[in-house]
Each structure stands twice: as structure tokens, then as C-alpha cells.
């Protein structure tokens, strides 16, 4: 499982600095064991009208091509 969630990491890696220069980022919640991950949008992203958009063009397409196992993405808001 470290070995996906590194993988996952390094396709983000490739989107970060786009998502750095709007104010915001996203970070790995969980990968659950059916290879659903979880992802927590950031900074300005969080609030962003279009973050659906970020999330669904440009995230998930990212991983799901460096990363074929993966079987969906879902956005999840932290608890406070």
C-alpha cells in the first residue's frame, strides 16, 4: 500500500505547482483498500468555485493516468 500511496503522492507532484501558483493545494486523507483515494483540497482551493472543475480535469485525470489501479477519487473536507 506505501508503494501506491508514493505513486499517487508523485503523480500529485506533477499538478502542485499549479494549483501552488492559485494559493492553494491537496493532500492524501486515505487509499482505501478498494483503491479509492481521498483527497483534501487546500488553501485557496477549498473555497474555490471551480474546484469541482480542479478536482475532476485536472486531478483525477492526472492520477488516474500515472496511476491506472486507482478506481475513483473522492474530495473529503477535514473535520474541525
Keep these: ?3 501506491l500511496h508514493q505513486r499517487v503522492e508523485d503523480a ?3 499538478i ?3 494549483l ?3 494559493g492553494g493545494d491537496v493532500e492524501i486523507v486515505e487509499i482505501t483498500s478498494d ?3 481521498r483527497l ?4 485557496a482551493c477549498k473555497t474555490c468555485n471551480m474546484s469541482h472543475m480542479t ?3 485536472g486531478i483525477e485525470e492526472t492520477i488516474k493516468k ?4 486507482v478506481k475513483g477519487i473522492e474530495s473529503v473536507t477535514a473535520q474541525s
Aim: aromatic share 4%; net charge negative; glycine share 4%.
Design 12 to 14: 500529485l507532484q506533477t
Design 55 to 57: 478536482m475532476r480535469a
Design 35 to 37: 483503491n479509492i483515494v
Design 1 to 3: 500500500m506505501h508503494e
Design 40 to 43: 483534501e483540497l487546500k488553501g
Design 20 to 22: 501552488e501558483a492559485d
Design 66 to 69: 500515472s496511476v491506472p489501479e
Design 16 to 18: 502542485r505547482p499549479y
